[in-house]
């Protein structure tokens, strides 16, 4: 009962350093997003995929990239990583229903 | 522009007693509203849910209530228990148009059960 896999759990880069955010799911869920939780924040979407070859942005974009490689798989991109994207990132599916989303267990990323 | 709020960062509560966490929402283009838990390290779970066309659901310990006209919500643990302890998030589900099934989270409020 896998759900949704992140990788890695935790990441440390320097400021302009690149990095992907791994996220799968096995729930053939057609919907995927990208969160991230700091504190008094809450979590705020970033980017979502809601199916297969499509993706739009969310709540605070600037900074990402994503990739709906295929219907399992939605990859979160840093292309240079700033101190302000230090946060927990959560990578969720879904297909509708009243109970939401599937969150993964999220990435601890920090920025130096 | 804060659609969905939850005003109060933190509750503490001795075990055995009521918790009441509180939520408010500025957006009448919600159709389900949720609350999730979080425990340290992990990533959000759900907890229970309420449909829009309703003013309460109860899940053993868990009831949430609705109030359509003050734009609240509520989550009561009755009788609150020290593994209850974590961060508590409500959302609430987008209708319609192109932001269906889309969650938005409030801040996240930190309850604390004390034994």
């Known amino acids: 009962n896998a759900g949704v896999t992140q990788t890695p759990k935790f990441q440390v880069l320097k400021t302009g350093q690149s990095m992907t955010l791994q996220c799968a799911q096995d729930?053939?869920?057609?919907?995927m997003y990208w969160y991230r939780q700091d504190p008094g924040m809450g979590l705020r979407l970033i980017y979502y995929s809601a199916s297969e070859g499509t993706t739009d942005k969310g709540e605070v974009p600037n900074g990402y990239n994503v990739s709906r490689l295929n219907k399992r798989e939605f990859s979160l991109r840093l292309e240079s990583a700033a101190p302000s994207q230090t946060s927990v990132y959560f990578c969720a599916s879904s297909e509708g229903g009243r109970y939401g989303y599937t969150f993964g267990s999220g990435t601890r990323l920090t920025v130096v | 522009d804060q659609q969905v709020k939850q005003n109060s960062p933190s509750l503490s509560v001795q075990e055995g007693r009521i918790s009441i966490l509180n939520c408010d929402y500025t957006n009448s283009m919600f159709d389900y509203f949720l609350w999730y838990k979080k425990y340290p390290a992990e990533g959000p779970t759900f907890l229970i849910s309420i449909s829009s066309i309703k003013d309460k659901n109860e899940d053993g310990r868990f009831t949430v209530f609705l109030n359509k006209s003050a734009k609240h919500l509520s989550l009561h643990i009755v009788p609150s228990q020290p593994g209850d302890s974590a961060v508590y998030f409500c959302a609430a589900r987008s209708a319609g148009g192109t932001s269906y099934g889309k969650l938005t989270f409030g801040q996240g409020t930190i309850l604390t059960v004390h034994p």
């Open positions: 729930m053939n869920h057609n919907s």
